[in-house]
């Protein structure tokens, strides 16, 4: 199946090893960009060899959230209407994207996240991992408002009207947060579709435990903040207004998404 209305952006930091199968069997789904971070082991020209629609590599490494701006700029340049992200170690398996533009296509303009939890085909997540996809989804469930499992999960398709609509400002793996943060404040639906867990033996990890974590916390500790600040002003206007109905909301609606777990459809 190609869908030429998705385009595929992957992101890679010295994935020679993995990149070139991950691009060979997306891209007779759509179109793939590659971010290639400046790459010391070639992973750029095997993604070019092996059929990406375009490598675009920066000249030293910024990051996977530079890494996905970068993509999806050039996506939203070529008329994407929906940009799919995988990561170049395969462990997002390209066999999935179809359920997640299926996912799409009955939610529009969703952004459609991959769920490694629901169905466990695949891998087992190693544990620490999985009690930090659980920590995360704890925070992100109050935040976001939305019934979603895996909200971490970087195997997503993006609606374009998100990505024009949202500008996204994180570095590094805090963007993926900043990027649900930010959808279900605009006003953007997040819905999940089931992908495989693939978790190969042996496998490097740019993901720094401590440190990564760290930021996507202070980055939830931020937001947070932000949101009560906006509240307590909120309420003290109220209340100098007179105005009955200036309570303090719920802390599931920090964001103001309400609590259906629904979100609203930008004006
Ligand atoms: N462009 C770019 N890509 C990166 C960078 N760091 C990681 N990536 C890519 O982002 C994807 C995910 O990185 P991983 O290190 O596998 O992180 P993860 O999948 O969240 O963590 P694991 O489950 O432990 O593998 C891979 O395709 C990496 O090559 C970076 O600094 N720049
Ligand atoms: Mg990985």
Redesign the pocket.
């Known amino acids: 199946m190609t869908s030429p209305r998705v385009c595929a952006v992957?992101?890679?930091?010295?994935?020679a090893a993995t990149v070139a199968r991950v691009v060979e069997q997306l891209r007779d789904l759509c179109p793939v960009i590659v971010?290639?971070?400046a790459s010391t082991d070639g992973s750029g020209d095997r993604a070019a060899a092996a059929g990406a629609a375009c490598v675009i590599r920066?000249r030293r490494?910024?990051?996977?959230g530079?890494?996905l701006r970068t993509g999806f700029a050039e996506a939203l340049r070529r008329g994407a209407a929906g940009v799919a992200t995988l990561?170049?170690?395969g462990?997002h398996d390209p066999a999935d994207l179809p359920r997640l533009i299926e996912a799409a296509a009955v939610a529009t303009d969703a952004l459609v996240v991959g769920d490694r939890l629901e169905t466990p085909t695949g891998d087992r997540i190693p544990r620490l991992?999985l009690g930090a996809i659980r920590v995360a989804d704890w925070v992100l469930c109050r935040l976001t408002c939305a019934p979603l499992r895996d909200r971490q999960c970087?195997y997503r398709l993006y609606p374009a009207a998100l990505l024009r609509a949202v500008a996204l400002h994180e570095e590094?793996?805090v963007l993926e947060t900043e990027a649900l943060v930010r959808a279900a404040r605009t006003g953007f639906r997040l819905v999940s579709a089931p992908v495989r867990r693939v978790?190969p033996p042996g496998?490097?990890?740019?993901?720094r435990g401590v440190l990564d974590s760290v930021r996507i916390a202070w980055y939830l500790a931020r937001e947070v903040a932000s949101r009560t600040r906006c509240r307590i002003m909120s309420d003290r206007l109220a209340a100098r207004l007179g105005d009955p109905e200036g309570g303090t909301a719920p802390l599931p609606d920090l964001l103001g998404v309400g609590g259906d777990g629904g979100g609203r459809r930008p004006g």
């Open positions: 992957v992101p890679v930091f010295n994935e971010v290639d971070d920066h490494r910024l990051g996977k530079a890494a990561d170049g170690d462990q991992r970087g590094g793996f978790y496998r490097r990890s740019r993901f």
